[in-house]
């Protein structure tokens, strides 16, 4: 499996009605087959840098997150091996794996299960910080999700793409929409705009934690609270993974539209989109498909044995 980095460039960008609106859709999903989304920008760094030092790449989340996948798929691109610690493998995945975490095995990725808050008091990232990392050598870490310095370099082009797509079209006031994890993605957008004082917003939500653990995330990363994004609040609160009808129908709606969306991060950002753009119907809004389909694999069958369907 070899991607030359210039594959890695220049994804489309198509104009999507939907709930009566017109957005434009920026399809990082469309990436490369094997590296797509934004875990594609955020590691794109190491993609492209020689690294002759490095045999092992460490990272740690759930075992059915994207980035497992990624990560997967980075240490195969690179011939790393991956060591993935996870606080705790569910029986029915390590029985029947699928997606992300079913993909990462068949890409030869060692996922590590250290049961982490339950057996040691804390968690997974201490535990590899004080127990793990401190006995490899030849190891590159990456923080949960790609959280690090080294995201902003992939980040940056994603931005680049946008700003001469936003001038070619002739648009000014461009508001770039995108849910957040750990802020990584929206965080380097918004301070590349900000930095370059160009005129293009970026508007985010929180999907895992509130919005002030968005804050702290983005101040892990950046001093400056004029480069964060704007964030955009949800009224209701939701528990990242957890699964609501709302966010199934507005998946279904967006499907029916044209586009498939991945089911843990997009569904809450179109909710506040929508609300949005009914406040703000002028504004021109670009949502950026951040990949991740694969997740899919394992949240579909959970939402459809939720609501009885076959
Ligand atoms: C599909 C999708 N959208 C959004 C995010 C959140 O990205 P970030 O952690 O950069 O905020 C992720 C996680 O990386 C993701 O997989």
């Not at 082009?157 to 929409?177: R, S, V």
Request: a neutral charge; one cysteine or more.
């Amino acid at each position: 499996m070899l991607i030359a980095p210039s594959l890695l460039a220049q994804t489309p960008v198509q104009s999507f009605e939907f709930g009566g609106y017109h957005f434009y859709l920026k399809r990082d999903d469309l990436l490369h087959p094997q590296f797509s989304g934004n875990k594609a920008r955020k590691f794109r760094y190491f993609l492209e840098q020689e690294l002759p030092d490095i045999q092992l790449l460490v990272g740690y989340g759930s075992a059915q997150a994207n980035s497992l996948y990624s990560m997967a798929t980075l240490a195969a691109l690179k011939g790393w091996h991956l060591q993935f610690y996870v606080d705790h493998l569910p029986q029915w995945l390590q029985q029947s794996p699928v997606g992300n975490y079913q993909a990462a095995l068949a890409l030869g990725a060692d996922i590590i299960a250290v049961g982490g808050k339950e057996k040691y008091g804390i968690t997974v990232e201490q535990y590899l910080r004080e127990s793990i990392l401190p006995t490899l050598s030849a190891a590159l870490y990456v923080p949960e999700g790609g959280r690090c310095q080294a995201a902003e370099y992939g980040v940056r082009q994603l931005a680049q793409e946008i700003h001469e797509w936003a001038i070619n079209q002739k648009i000014a006031g461009l508001k770039l929409f995108l849910p957040s994890g750990t802020g990584t993605t929206a965080l380097y957008l918004s301070k590349y705009f900000y930095e370059n004082k160009i005129d293009i917003e970026v508007l985010t939500c929180a999907v895992v934690g509130g919005d002030n653990y968005l804050r702290q995330q983005f101040a892990m990363l950046c001093n400056d609270e004029l480069c964060y994004p704007r964030i955009i609040s949800s009224p209701k609160k939701y528990h990242f993974g957890k699964l609501y009808p709302e966010f199934y129908q507005i998946w279904q709606q967006l499907a029916k539209a044209g586009v498939t969306f991945e089911l843990l991060y997009d569904p809450l950002a179109w909710l506040l989109l929508l609300n949005y753009k009914q406040q703000y119907p002028q504004q021109t809004i670009m949502y950026i498909h951040q990949g991740g389909l694969l997740g899919n694999e394992s949240m579909l069958p959970r939402y459809r044995r939720k609501f009885n369907e076959t």
